[in-house]
Structures are given as C-alpha cells and as structure tokens.
C-alpha cells in the first residue's frame, strides 16, 4: 500500500486545513486507517483514528471538537478537516493503514503503512 498524503501549509491561528491522503497498490479501504503529527522535538503522537466502516472514530483529547476525519472508500481517500487550528498544531503530519488489529487505536506500532507526511505550519 503506498500513502499520499497532502493539503499541508501555512495557516493562521483560527484557520482551517483540510489534508488529504490517497491509497494505492492495495486494499487499504479494508483496513482502519489514521493522522499522527510529530511536531520539532517531539514525538510522533496520534491525532484521530478512523474504522475501516467508519463506524468508529476516535480523537485526540487535544483535537477533539476541532478536527474531523472522514475518508471515502470509494476513492481510496482519507482526509482530515482541521479547524480552528492552533499554534501548538503545527506539525509534520502523517497519513497510516492500520495493521495490527486490537483495541488500540493510538500507538504508531499499529500501523504498518506510512505515507511521506504533509507539513502543517500554524501562525499566531
């Protein structure tokens, strides 16, 4: 399965992007899918997981309320409308196929498909 994702840029405080990553080369519309942003000096964290139904769909306590992860199956397509967008959100952010199947959606060690990550740079 190979990732692209896009849409990053610069925004201003209060703004809104929405990324996006393509799937190819394989049947990731299968599987759940999810963003995880790494911001300088930090570790990758999860931002939002999303079931391969999109039955379930989790967030990140910091995101929740503001960011929205729809993907359409039909296009093999996930995206991640962020709004309301912070300093504190910039990031390189990261698109993933999940392939490790249990409870936990929020460890990088799930995800076995990367793509190349979009830079999303928030002004104050």
């Known amino acids: 399965v190979q990732l692209q994702a896009s849409g990053g840029g610069l925004v201003q405080a209060g703004g809104f992007l929405r990324l996006s990553c393509a799937a190819s080369?394989?049947?990731?519309?299968?599987?759940?899918m999810g963003w995880f942003r790494q911001a300088p000096g930090k570790e990758r964290e999860a931002v939002a997981g999303?079931?391969?139904?999109?039955?379930?769909?989790y967030y990140a306590d910091s995101v929740r309320g503001r960011f929205i992860i729809p993907r359409d199956n039909a296009k093999n397509t996930l995206y991640l409308q962020m709004n309301s967008l912070k300093p504190e959100d910039t990031a390189v952010y990261y698109c993933?196929?999940?392939?490790?199947?249990?409870?936990?959606?929020?460890?990088?060690?799930?995800?076995?498909?990367w793509g190349q990550g979009t830079l999303v740079t928030v002004s104050s």
């Open positions: 993933a196929v999940r392939t490790r199947f249990d409870s936990i959606w929020d460890s990088a060690s799930r995800y076995g498909y």
């Open positions: 080369g394989g049947t990731s519309n299968s599987y759940g």
């Open positions: 999303i079931s391969w139904s999109g039955d379930r769909i």
